[in-house]
């Protein structure tokens, strides 16, 4: 499902018209339908505000918000809460609060007027997908691990089966196993279901290794929109000076390339591809390492 913010601004104090009240300024960006898309930037830059419109929780204060063929959010309309739209909000397992695993993922639905049948089903093929134990549905939330917990509060927004799913820094504070299995889940969900998703977060590495565009913000501006690799390697000093982290490949590339006459170029940020160019480079060249 594609969604279209078309010079959007935002501000959640409406009182005064001080510049410095608008959190988002004339925001452009196209995420098209099935694509997978990060979002980074520095802290308070806005990433989670835009969430929050495209889920429909707040209402521009101007420009609009397309989602689908036909769905517009304008500045005159009311906030209106998008079902198609899945939104895991950081650190959601603080938000279980049921007895159950199961009454948890079942909430949503509930809200909605599902049959218990419906959702019951539902809940096991999506726990199932996400790696949860069977038996873990019948436990209190409370009982299961950091990464479990992160997967049923998950569950509780992909069993709505939204076209579109926002995770707001999904894999914060897991360890990098689960952290893996995690993103691995969800790219494997996208892909099977053919959905949409934005993916919010502070790691570099999962938006190179995932997205099909990544949206650069800065003080509540889009800065860029571009496919990882270009981004990474035609604007790594910005990203530097605003204070974001680069991938480990791109460091050590220009660590390597400080020491070399003629430095090594490459098309693709793929490790594979880094380690042909080096290896090419060496043969090619009589290189004198160091300096
Ligand atoms: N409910 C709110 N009321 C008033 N101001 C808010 C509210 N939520 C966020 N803000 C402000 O809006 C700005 C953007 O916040 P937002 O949460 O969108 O940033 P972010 O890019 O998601 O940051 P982070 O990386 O820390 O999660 C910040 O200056 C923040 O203080
Ligand atoms: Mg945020």
Same mark, same amino acid.
């Given at each position: 499902m594609q969604?279209? =913010?078309?010079?959007?601004?935002?501000r959640?104090?409406? $009182?005064?018209?001080?510049?410095?009240n608008? $959190?988002l300024?004339?925001? +452009?960006?196209?995420?098209p339908?099935?694509?997978?898309?990060?979002?980074?930037?520095?802290t308070?830059s806005?990433?989670?505000? /835009?969430a929050?419109?495209?889920?429909?929780l707040?209402r %521009?204060?101007?420009?609009?918000?397309?989602?689908?063929e036909?769905k517009?959010? #304008?500045c005159?309309?009311?906030?209106?809460?998008?079902? *198609?739209v899945?939104l895991v909000?950081?650190?959601?397992?603080?938000?279980?609060?049921?007895?159950t695993?199961?009454d948890?993922?079942?909430?949503? %639905?509930?809200?909605?007027?599902?049959s218990?049948?419906?959702i019951?089903?539902?809940?096991?093929q999506v =726990?199932?997908?996400l790696?949860?134990?069977?038996?873990?549905?019948?436990?209190?939330?409370?009982? /299961?691990?950091?990464?479990?917990k992160?997967?049923? =509060?998950?569950?509780g927004?992909?069993?709505?089966? %939204?076209?579109?799913?926002?995770l707001?820094e999904p894999?914060?504070?897991?360890d990098?196993?689960?952290r893996?299995s995690?993103?691995e889940? $969800?790219?494997?969900?996208?892909?099977?279901?053919q959905?949409?998703?934005i993916?919010?977060?502070?790691?570099?590495?999962?938006? /190179?290794?995932?997205?099909d565009?990544?949206?650069v913000?800065d003080?509540?501006?889009?800065?860029?929109?571009?496919?990882?690799?270009?981004?990474? /390697?035609?604007? *790594?000093?910005e990203?530097?000076?605003?204070?974001?982290?680069? %991938?480990?490949?791109?460091k050590?590339? +220009?660590k390597?390339?400080?020491?070399?006459a003629v430095?090594?170029k490459?098309?693709?940020?793929? *490790?594979?591809?880094?380690l042909?160019k080096? =290896? *090419?480079?060496?043969?090619? #060249?009589?290189?004198?390492?160091?300096?």
């Amino acid at each position: 499902m594609q969604i279209i =913010a078309k010079d959007v601004s935002y501000r959640y104090d409406q $009182i005064g018209s001080e510049e410095s009240n608008w $959190i988002l300024h004339q925001v +452009n960006v196209t995420i098209p339908s099935h694509s997978f898309v990060s979002v980074i930037g520095h802290t308070g830059s806005g990433k989670s505000t /835009l969430a929050k419109l495209i889920k429909g929780l707040i209402r %521009p204060a101007a420009g609009s918000i397309g989602i689908g063929e036909q769905k517009k959010s #304008n500045c005159d309309d009311k906030a209106d809460v998008n079902n *198609e739209v899945g939104l895991v909000f950081q650190y959601p397992e603080h938000q279980l609060f049921e007895m159950t695993v199961l009454d948890d993922i079942a909430f949503g %639905p509930k809200q909605l007027g599902w049959s218990m049948e419906t959702i019951s089903e539902k809940a096991e093929q999506v =726990a199932r997908a996400l790696g949860l134990k069977r038996e873990s549905l019948q436990q209190s939330p409370f009982h /299961l691990s950091g990464g479990e917990k992160r997967k049923a =509060a998950l569950a509780g927004v992909m069993v709505m089966d %939204p076209e579109v799913l926002i995770l707001d820094e999904p894999a914060a504070g897991l360890d990098p196993v689960s952290r893996r299995s995690l993103m691995e889940l $969800i790219e494997s969900w996208r892909k099977t279901a053919q959905k949409t998703v934005i993916l919010i977060t502070h790691h570099m590495e999962d938006a /190179l290794a995932y997205s099909d565009e990544i949206i650069v913000m800065d003080k509540g501006k889009v800065l860029y929109q571009l496919p990882p690799d270009q981004l990474f /390697l035609e604007h *790594e000093d910005e990203l530097i000076k605003m204070g974001l982290d680069i %991938p480990d490949q791109v460091k050590l590339l +220009n660590k390597l390339n400080r020491r070399l006459a003629v430095p090594i170029k490459v098309e693709s940020l793929k *490790e594979e591809h880094i380690l042909e160019k080096i =290896a *090419e480079y060496y043969k090619k #060249n009589e290189v004198t390492y160091g300096s």
